[in-house]
């Protein structure tokens, strides 16, 4: 089996502050292949307008502290390596979907008390 190494300049969406949809993943046309995401030390940024946050096999364990989810409408994270979203209590009033299916070292869920719009919420793992 073969494993391909893409890094994410820890830069990369710096300035990028009116980015509001982000996908990061990888469609597996070859099953042999996989792909891990390298985030380097000091990658701590992401656009704060952002509406769509898609990033597949994310391989932090936390969000990070500045992380600003206040503007997003989905969040979708499939097979990240997070144990938990982020900490403390956000105003997510536009928030409908989240998708952390297959994130099998989550163990902690954030309080969601104010994502009142909340439609949808993905987790599970096999």
Not at 31 to 53: A, D, I, S, T
Not at 54 to 70: I, L, V, Y
Request: aromatic share 14%; charged share 30%; net charge positive.
């Amino acid at each position: 089996d073969e494993i391909d190494v893409l890094r994410i300049h820890k830069e990369a969406f710096k300035e990028m502050c009116n980015l509001r949809f982000l996908k990061i993943y990888s469609k597996k046309w070859d099953q042999k292949k996989e792909v891990r995401w390298h985030l380097p030390r000091g990658f701590n940024y992401f656009p704060h307008k952002l509406r769509l946050l898609r990033f597949d096999g994310f391989p932090m364990k936390c969000m990070h502290s500045n992380f600003c989810p206040e503007n997003l409408v989905k969040l979708q994270m499939q097979g990240s390596k997070l144990k938990r979203l982020w900490k403390g209590v956000h105003l997510l009033r536009g928030l409908k979907s989240i998708d952390l299916r297959g994130s099998r070292s989550l163990k902690e869920i954030p309080d969601l008390s104010m994502a009142t719009n909340l439609l949808s919420f993905f987790f599970w793992f096999s």
